[in-house]
């Protein structure tokens, strides 16, 4: 019998065996599917929270905010500065004029669904230029806000996580009252997580005079950020820097990425109790099937047939138990609504989102514990001296 | 006595089985131990917080500004002890990256408001007497290595000097210290007139009110009176507790601290039903053996209480390790990570309700072989094994 013909049929011979060990068996698979679980929660919130904000950013959109201030919510630009901005060199125009968005926004209070307590939501003003400026900007519902008016639009991620926004009704932020006239969607990124209304409007009731806080210009195809740089820096009268909107946003998506060390952290640890978890089934496996072993090895059976049975019983229990965490975490958190403060201050409404490629690392570290736990007691397996495990082999 | 050897003896019959069942308990209250105290953290600014506190803050949002001239209006309400006002400052030092948090305060008022706060009395005449001074919390004095005297400069995020650019001189004049080590004490304060004075935007705005109240039990009267005051102008307030306000806080951060403290819990329950079942075999094996101790006389109840105690015995071995490492880890991450997370600490109830479940675990896993043991029939004992 050749080599892999013995190894074949050890291998189906220690899977037969499984139901007879139930009991621990499913101990191994519970662990590794644990494990995995929790490795693909942690993971999908940061994926999830890194997508809905890489998403938003443009590649032909500059993005500009006073130097130094990191986020939107410190920055501020002033009329003349917009003005001497909309000159740079590589700015697109439509007709005669450039298009630029001047945008502010001031912070509003909302009620979060999950707890019913107050949470940062921001008030954005900006005006039809602005709107145009974000890919995949649609009406879902109602029309868009009039502008010189107290009318707002509401983002879907708004609707779908605090009270009180919906289409018709009215909202009081402190002594102003809003209409919502609107709900719209950007593809399920993080402006979805805005309320929209006129820049001009936000201005003069929350006393802003004619400052703005940051500045998106869309560039023309050829335009060059190091020529725009170059002239933010030859103007002392600018005190803004630029950056492509893209690079903006992947920043700030990368805010939540300690989560995911966190995750790999937690779950690297709790492999180790599910490894000895996984190291006791194997073992007890081992001690149940040797005598089994015992004749194999008498009747000419090869010392790898006995570790490659072992083995693979092991990489199947914590493959089946890696699939198991995978689905189970796929099916409970894919998806799942969650929101939280992010880079400018407010509330970044986001799904978890799990990725082939994350299911592919929860299925590695599933592999990982299996060939770990299967490795000792394989070698035990194929090691023992045949009389001794006649004798009783434990 | 002798029971108890044979307890060890059954205990430590198979040395590696002994060694990976341990580790597995202990994996498990090393994440339970670190993880609770991650989540204490977290929720630190709601239980240090004073009854008789309460912040006010500007209705629309607490980022929004609130007039100067409120400072007064609130302290001539009835039922106010004291009130105090902060700026937020946008601190950082050097690096952007590394944040310090930073406020504008009025130095005659805020630490009588904050009275959990502990200075010396010389310290808080030096600051209050230099201008340029600022006290340093505890927590952020030792994470920066900053001494009282060391000249640091602090940079803003937000706003500019007058004389240009965005970095303040200051002097360590103070390291303040609390009565209870959950106390955040990982920030620092400066004085407000100096601020308002030297940067460039000027005017007289405070960034929110705090206040004392002379009694808990009129918390809600005088927060109403104050919204009412202020009802119908051009800065409305909504005044809470501070426990309210912190609370709101930190649902903020949101239901993703509650999505990750589930699956956590969810994992460590699961850890201790997988060993669970293996304590439970290890024990089932020996059917034959405790059949021979029945023959030989010991009465049931006895090796009824020694396969409990062996089952206790082995969940506080593996479980203490656990909890003194976590111990340790929380102990060794609480400086590394104290520019985030201040209060780290694991505290007793921690250790106690880790206590609770090791002592239910080895109860659960030994109670179940330990009643077929006192049931067991010595012939069918021996026919099984």
């Known amino acids: 019998m050749s080599i892999f013909s013995q190894s074949w049929a050890v291998i189906v011979m220690n899977i037969r065996s499984l139901p007879r060990r139930l009991w621990m068996s499913l101990a191994m698979v519970l662990a590794s599917a644990v494990v995995v679980a929790v490795l693909l929660a942690f993971l999908a919130m940061a994926k999830g929270f890194e997508v809905t904000l890489q998403s938003a950013g443009a590649k032909d959109v500059?993005?500009?905010?006073?130097?130094g201030s990191a986020a939107e919510l410190n920055s501020s630009v002033t009329r003349d500065q917009v003005n001497l901005i909309a000159e740079a060199p590589g700015i697109a125009r439509s007709g005669n004029s450039p298009i630029v968005s001047p945008e502010l926004y001031v912070i509003v209070d909302g009620i979060k669904k999950s707890s019913l307590t107050e949470a940062?939501?921001?008030?954005?003003?900006?005006?039809?230029?602005?709107v145009e400026l974000r890919q995949n900007f649609t009406l879902v519902a109602g029309r868009m806000f009039a502008p010189g008016t107290d009318e707002l639009i509401v983002g879907e991620g708004i609707l779908r996580e605090f009270n009180g926004f919906d289409l018709g009704s009215e909202v009081r932020f402190g002594k102003y009252k809003w209409k919502v006239v609107g709900v719209f969607s950007t593809g399920g990124n993080v402006f979805e997580s805005e309320l929209w209304a006129d820049a001009k409007v936000i201005q003069s009731l929350y006393n802003r005079g004619s400052t703005y806080q940051s500045v998106r210009a869309k560039l023309t195809p050829d335009a060059d950020l190091e020529a725009i740089k170059a002239y933010l820096e030859n103007d002392p009268r600018i005190t803004q820097e630029v950056q492509t909107e893209e690079a903006y946003f992947a920043a700030q998506g990368k805010s939540l990425s300690y989560m995911a060390i966190f995750g790999r952290v937690i779950s690297s640890v709790m492999a180790f109790g599910a490894l000895a978890g996984a190291l006791n089934t194997m073992y007890t496996s081992v001690a149940d099937r040797a005598k089994e072993i015992a004749t194999l090895r008498a009747i000419g059976f090869s010392h790898f047939s006995a570790f490659v049975g072992t083995m693979a019983e092991a990489l199947v229990l914590a493959l089946i138990g890696g699939i198991v965490g995978a689905l189970s975490a796929f099916a409970l958190f894919d998806g799942m609504n969650a929101s939280t403060l992010g880079g400018s201050f407010t509330q970044v409404v986001f799904s978890f989102e799990m990725s082939p490629e994350l299911v592919l690392q929860g299925v590695y570290l599933s592999l990982i514990i299996g060939f770990v736990s299967g490795f000792f007691p394989a070698w035990r397996a194929a090691s023992v001296p045949v009389a001794v495990a006649f004798q009783g082999g434990r | 006595m002798k029971d108890l050897y044979l307890v060890y003896k059954n205990l430590t019959r198979k040395k590696m089985r002994l060694f990976l069942t341990s580790l597995a308990i202990f994996v498990a209250f090393l994440i339970f131990g670190a993880v609770t105290a991650l989540q204490g953290a977290l929720n630190s600014g709601i239980e240090m917080s004073a009854d008789n506190r309460l912040v006010v803050v500007h209705k629309t949002n607490f980022t929004n500004p609130l007039p100067y001239a409120y400072v007064n209006k609130v302290q001539n309400i009835d039922g106010v002890h004291q009130v105090t006002h902060a700026n937020w400052f946008g601190g950082y030092y050097q690096e952007p990256a590394n944040q310090v948090i930073t406020m504008a305060v009025d130095p005659d008022t805020y630490f009588d408001v904050y009275s959990e706060l502990v200075v010396s009395p010389e310290q808080m005449a030096a600051w209050k007497a230099n201008r340029a001074g600022v006290m340093v919390g505890e927590r952020l004095a030792k994470v920066n290595n900053w001494k009282v005297g060391?000249?640091?400069?602090?940079?803003?995020?937000i706003f500019s000097k007058k004389e240009g650019g965005h970095t303040w001189e200051l002097k360590v004049e103070g390291i303040f210290g609390a009565t209870d080590p959950q106390?955040?004490?990982?920030?620092?304060?400066?004085?407000?007139?100096?601020?308002?004075?030297?940067?460039?935007?000027?005017?007289?705005?405070?960034?929110?009110?705090?206040?004392?109240?002379?009694?808990?039990?009129?918390?809600?009267?005088?927060?109403?009176?104050?919204?009412?005051?202020?009802?119908n102008s051009q800065a409305e307030t909504d005044t809470s507790t501070e426990k309210a306000f912190n609370k709101a806080f930190i649902e903020q951060i949101g239901n993703i601290g509650l999505i990750i403290f589930g699956v956590v819990f969810m994992a460590f329950f699961t850890i201790l039903v997988v060993v669970g079942n293996t304590m439970v075999l290890a024990i089932r094996e020996r059917t034959a053996e405790i059949a021979v101790l029945k023959t030989l006389g010991f009465s049931s109840p006895r090796i009824f209480r020694m396969i409990l105690a062996e089952s206790c015995l082995l969940s506080f071995l593996g479980g203490l390790l656990g909890l003194g490492a976590a111990y340790l880890a929380v102990d060794g991450a609480s400086e590394f990570l104290a520019r985030f997370l201040p209060n780290l600490v694991l505290d007793g109830s921690i250790a106690l309700q880790a206590l609770g479940y090791m002592l239910l675990l080895g109860l659960v896993t030994g109670i179940v072989p330990a009643i077929s043991a006192l049931r067991l029939n010595i012939i069918s004992g021996f026919s099984k094994g």
Not at chain 1, 62 to 67: G, H, I
Not at chain 2, 203 to 231: C, R, Y
């Open chain 2, 150 to 157: 060391d000249q640091i400069p602090i940079s803003s995020n």
């Open chain 1, 120 to 130: 940062n939501i921001p008030l954005r003003g900006l005006d039809p230029q602005g």
């Open chain 1, 62 to 67: 500059a993005f500009f905010l006073r130097t």
């Open chain 2, 183 to 231: 106390v955040d004490t990982g920030y620092m304060v400066f004085h407000y007139k100096y601020f308002m004075e030297t940067q460039s935007w000027g005017g007289d705005n405070v960034g929110w009110l705090v206040l004392t109240t002379d009694d808990p039990a009129i918390n809600e009267q005088v927060a109403k009176a104050i919204d009412e005051t202020f009802a």
